[in-house]
């Protein structure tokens, strides 16, 4: 059985495969906000989030995202995804590295008409800072 991804997940989710951060504008309503774990801003606007996407395809040109599991429920959409790519941009401080790195995450959303209104959203910077030896 093949997963069914929700629209606005589709469209945002081709844009980051192909490096290009422009469809948030359409997967997100222009005031969602996006509830980040641990990132330095918590609480990000659309333009925020498109800033720190674009900052990881900077890093990782090649970055792949899939969605593993979906689960839609009214208005509400859970997703399960995960992603890979190869460190060969920099990363804030830390140089490129050539390291192939694999991650994943959660992410909780409030839709309406197929916009996300608010995102809370974990995923495992740990295990990717490890992998390309920023943190021990």
């Known amino acids: 059985m093949s997963l069914?991804?929700?629209?606005y997940e589709s469209i945002?989710?081709?844009g980051v495969n192909?490096?290009?951060?422009?469809?948030?504008d359409v997967a997100?309503?222009?005031?969602?906000?996006?509830?980040?774990?641990g990132a330095p801003e918590p609480n990000l606007s659309v333009a925020g989030f498109k800033e720190m996407i674009a900052g990881m395809?900077?890093?990782f040109p090649d970055l792949?995202?899939?969605v593993d599991d979906q689960i839609v429920s009214g208005d509400k959409v859970a997703t399960r995804w995960s992603g890979v790519g190869t460190h060969t941009g920099p990363l804030g401080e830390t140089p490129a590295t050539g390291k192939r790195v694999q991650f994943s995450g959660?992410?909780?959303?409030?839709?309406?008409d197929d916009q996300v209104v608010e995102r809370w959203e974990q995923?495992?910077?740990?295990?990717?800072?490890?992998?390309?030896g920023a943190v021990h």
Do not use: Y
């Open 28 to 37: 997100f309503a222009p005031n969602c906000v996006f509830h980040m774990e």
């Open 57 to 59: 395809l900077t890093a």
């Open 18 to 24: 192909r490096g290009d951060v422009s469809p948030a």
């Open 12 to 14: 945002w989710i081709a």
């Open 106 to 112: 959660l992410i909780f959303d409030d839709v309406v």
């Open 64 to 66: 792949k995202v899939t």
């Open 123 to 132: 995923w495992n910077q740990m295990a990717m800072l490890q992998q390309i």
């Open 4 to 7: 069914q991804v929700s629209h």
